[in-house]
């Protein structure tokens, strides 16, 4: 490190980056279709770690395909414990339905009430599904974009400032490639990775070519790419689980 670089203190969020794959490292089917790709004893072992965190994130794309509900519901009711996780998506222009299940749950008095992170760019249909996703019980921030996309160090420093102390993101594409991305040199400052653990199921399965893989830019783009340190891999049922903790960019 030069004498004219120093080091940023990380995200105060901790943030634990989950995603099931293929062999063939895919993440979803042809047309982002969803796919079974975690057995029951990796699903389980997904909601235990679900209630280890304060809050479990996804992208709008994940939310418009899988309807997802973010809760613990497969840990056995003895042993479930009773704080549930705060359900936060992002959805840049607002196109999460009302009836979803996240919404549903909040108004049935089954899950906490969702967060959505909005881009703070004025688009005009935004007002009207501002309005709608309000009264149907959300809570909205607005954090601007790079490059096209929610910054991601907006919102987990919004998330800080909430309370929320750790976060469970559950990535599709987009959100795996935002989440690896090394943060720019800031202000003189080398910033920390956006992530500290990332935790991969890898199903005994191929998808083939239609597949949704996920990307991590490197140097081709005159990017870095994250520096990895083994933690941990397990068998869990038929599926390989592997722990791995982002050392720097």
Known sequence: MSSTQRCCPRFLTLVTLTFAQ???????????????????????????????????????????NDNPQLNTRLIPEVSRPSKL???VVLDARLQLPIDCKLLSNFRQGR????????????FPEMSSRRSALLGA?????????????LSIPQVLGQLYKQGIKSLMVEGGATVINSFLKCPQQLHGWDTSPMVDTIVITTAPIFVGDGGV??????????????????V???LMGIDTVTALRILRC
């Open 137 to 149: 019980g959300a809570v909205i921030f607005d954090v601007p974009c790079e490059d096209g996309l």
């Open 232 to 234: 941990r891999t397990a």
């Open 85 to 87: 996780p705060r359900p």
């Open 111 to 122: 899950g906490l009430q969702p967060w959505i992170f909005c881009s703070s760019s004025a």
């Open 213 to 230: 893989e996920y990307k991590v830019d490197g140097e081709e783009r005159g990017e870095k790419v994250p520096t990895l340190q083994h």
């Open 22 to 64: 293929s062999l063939d490292a895919k993440i979803a089917g042809n047309r982002k279709r969803q796919l079974a790709l975690s057995c029951p004893e990796s699903m389980l072992m997904t909601h235990w770690m679900r209630s280890m965190h304060d809050a479990i994130l996804v992208g709008i794309g994940t939310a418009l």
